[in-house]
């Protein structure tokens, strides 16, 4: 007799996006960490094509959603540090930021710029005590972790109450016309665009995953309903630049 999956094991394991077999045939975790890895040096090079303005605006996102000076926070995916130092300049000498991420290539290059504690760790089992942070940052990066519901019952385990998490994501319109220049842009132009500057093949891979792991994301009402199931209160879906970012908020509640 077959035993049916149990509703607390569905959600539990609720991946950000169906399996991309072109890329990897089963450890997707395994596929993404070694891809970051083999294109750390040159992430720095693909954040200049868009003029650092991912940068700039992850530093007014995040001072937007509520990043103050004195506060403690968690910058996850913290990739080359580059948002991390920024959000040093919010919380000023009374606040810290960690940075934490599952790539040891990305941690290295980090290691040269920002001078904070940095961890190697993924989302959904995070080395950190409980109520510890009072804000927890993850920019264009909760395609890659292995279950939402997890991820998010992680985050606010180490916020403390009133604690705020705030995630950048990429974006795809729903309409015909929008979806279809967005995948003009993300898909062709912008892959060719890396692989010009930097001279890397695996630089333009990482662009063309990206682009695939945005368009097959999981549409945000799955998200939100994911961070209220893990319980957030005052969770929030905004988009602030179509065909580009959307973002996520909410609170750990008091």
């Not at 089992?125 to 804000?135: G, M």
């Not at 940052?137 to 992680?154: D, N, P, Q």
């Not at 705020?164 to 974006?171: D, P, T």
């Amino acid at each position: 007799m077959q035993t049916a999956p149990s509703p607390q094991r569905d959600r539990l394991e609720t991946p950000p996006h169906s399996p991309l077999t072109e890329y990897y045939e089963r450890d997707r975790q395994d596929y993404v960490v070694d891809l970051f890895n083999r294109t750390a040096q040159h992430y720095d090079t693909i954040e200049s094509l868009f003029l650092k303005g991912g940068l700039w605006y992850r530093r007014f996102g995040m001072k937007r959603a509520g990043m103050k000076p004195g506060m403690k926070v968690l910058d996850m995916a913290t990739g080359t540090g580059a948002v991390a130092r920024g959000a040093v300049r919010i919380v000023g000498p009374a606040g810290r930021v960690f940075g934490c991420d599952p790539s040891p290539g990305m941690l290295a290059q980090a290691r040269k710029v920002f001078k904070g504690p940095l961890t190697h760790g993924v989302g959904d089992s995070l080395p950190f005590k409980s109520r510890f942070f009072d804000f927890v940052t993850m920019g264009i990066a909760l395609r890659h972790v292995s279950s939402l519901a997890r991820t998010f019952e992680e985050y606010l385990r180490v916020l403390k109450p009133g604690g705020r998490v705030w995630i950048l994501e990429g974006h795809v319109p729903k309409s015909r016309l929008g979806h279809s220049l967005t995948r003009f842009v993300w898909a062709k132009l912008i892959p060719g665009m890396t692989l010009v500057s930097t001279g890397s093949r695996e630089a333009k891979l990482l662009m063309d995953y990206y682009w695939d792991t945005v368009e097959k994301c999981v549409p945000p009402e799955t998200i939100v309903a994911a961070m209220r199931g893990a319980g957030f209160a005052n969770v929030k879906f905004e988009v602030v630049i179509p065909g580009a970012f959307c973002e996520y908020t909410g609170t750990r509640p008091a």
